[in-house]
């Protein structure tokens, strides 16, 4: 297919307008290749190794969720260079789906509740609220990822999920008033734990988004490029 019907599939999985206001800018067609699209590989980060199995494999586009480029860029070097050059070196589009892709159906937070097995689920604003059907020693090993865990979770039932760094007040206080008795999701500040109504869970980033780009992978006959961080518990 053509660039412009490539974009407008992925508009229609992870609609622009669901993105929060930080992304503007940040998210839809990063950097431009071929006009024509067989071949679509997706990952989590756009790593500079990501770029280059991107370019072993001979894809036309890389699906992705955070976005590449952060920061305003007035030169292309370093890092940004590192991801960049390969891409542009062998005309593979670059598009990332952020925050839209979070908050859209089927996207990064649904596809975390699958895996995780929720049922009888509720929808917050990002965070989705489900019974438990696994106990929290299986949930950790198919995150394949420690967990860290403030407060007492062993009679939870009831649990909030949200991908990447989701230890939010507002969104901590909406799980609660859903009906979760504990909520899981990455990157936990000290005084968020400390003073949550409910136990906080963390797992590591990677482990709960990149479920979401395997699920989309696996939806639409992508290749998955999995970058997984070497992580390690010292007890």
Known sequence: MY?????????????????????????????????????VACALDATPHVAEMAAELGVDAL???HPAFWAPMHGICGRNADIARPLLANNINLYAMHTNFDHADGGINDALADLLGLTDRVKGSLEIVGTMTKPFAEIAEILGCGLRV?????????????????FDWELIEEAAELGAEA???????????????????????????APGMRALAQREG??????????SLIP
């Open 3 to 39: 660039i412009g019907e490539f974009i407008q599939k992925l508009e229609t999985i992870a609609p622009p307008a669901l993105a929060e206001e930080f992304d503007e800018g940040r998210i839809g067609l990063i950097l431009e290749g071929t006009a024509s699209i067989e071949t």
């Open 183 to 209: 909520y899981l999701a990455s990157e936990l500040k000290y005084n968020i734990a400390r003073e949550s109504p409910i136990p906080c869970i963390e797992a590591t980033h990677y482990a709960l988004e």
């Open 63 to 65: 699906v992705v969720h």
């Open 150 to 166: 403030w407060g007492e979770v062993s009679e939870v039932t009831r649990l909030a999920v949200a991908g990447g760094s989701a």
């Open 222 to 231: 992508w290749i998955f490029i999995e970058d997984i961080p070497e992580t």
